[in-house]
């Protein structure tokens, strides 16, 4: 089981990281049920924690709490070396987002990504050596 984000695409990236993601028992039935969204999803360090914004998973449906907030802020558990090497990156303006969230030993992990965002002309290139290739 593994959700790809889309957005992803459009970014070069410099570095790649797995962390672990913190979820209530609800959060962790509805992503094996209904999955997720990564609209407009990024990570920012704030006070030493890493946490994701804008990432949107379901309430789950048999939840006994109905008023749950689908995009809330999650924590992403990282060591210390990979939070401070993020933030060196963030301070070289490189954007931080998740690329996919997986299940491995029944824990969901998150890959995150650093890089930047490919330009127009940049994509354009891409798609014509992607075709090329083919």
Request: proline share 2%; charged share 30%; no cysteine.
């Amino acid at each position: 089981m593994k959700f790809f984000n889309r957005d992803s695409l459009d970014y070069e990236f410099k570095d790649t990281f797995v962390a672990g993601l913190v979820l209530t028992g609800s959060d962790a039935k509805s992503l094996r049920t209904q999955g997720v969204q990564f609209n407009g999803s990024k990570i920012e360090i704030i006070n030493g924690i890493p946490t994701v914004f804008n990432l949107t998973i379901e309430p789950y449906k048999f939840a006994q709490s109905q008023e749950v907030d689908k995009t809330k802020e999650r924590k992403i558990l990282l060591s210390s070396k990979e939070i401070a090497k993020l933030q060196s990156l963030r301070n070289q303006k490189y954007m931080i987002i998740p690329v996919s969230i997986f299940l491995k030993h029944n824990w969901f992990k998150m890959e995150i990504g650093v890089g930047r965002k490919l330009r127009k002309f940049e994509k354009r290139d891409k798609l014509k050596k992607k075709e090329q290739m083919i």
